[in-house]
């Protein structure tokens, strides 16, 4: 099933790309030096210089999504998410509701709250185009955010 507008025209898929990293100079800044902290911790604790980068190296990798670009593609048949580690593509047909907050949008592959749905939803952050995001998806679903199966 297509999406389309009133007129009957498919709709533009809706592109953009998000890095919350520059989005805050001071958040960025106390993330860094909490990191910096953790290695300067562990190498004091352990005096193992390996350990104390590979521990820093890690905490960064844990926080691609932070400090990577991630790029958002909401189209007619599938909402699709590119990262640095890998792209994940589901069809609309996966999801059964979403939720609004104010970074973003998790996407639910469940038709009532469950305790997997942090490792099952698909999450959305805005950027800076909050109002399209949100029109895009309500279109999409047809009813409002948190509402049952539609």
Sequence with gaps: MSQSSEEGQP??????SVRPFKESAV???IVIAV???VGFLIFVAFKEPYLAVLSVLLLF?????YFGRTTYRLDADQVTV????????KRWSHFKKYYVDRKGVTLSPFDRPSRLEPFR?????Y????DEVLAFIS???NRNPGDGPG
């Design 139 to 141: 279109k999409r679903f």
């Design 35 to 37: 990191i910096l902290a």
């Design 61 to 65: 990798a844990s926080l691609h999504t």
């Design 127 to 130: 950027g800076s185009n909050k």
């Design 27 to 29: 958040r960025s800044a």
């Design 11 to 16: 709709v533009a898929p809706l592109e953009w």
């Design 82 to 89: 590119k990262s640095s580690f890998g792209t994940i593509a």
């Design 121 to 125: 939803s698909t999450r959305l952050l």
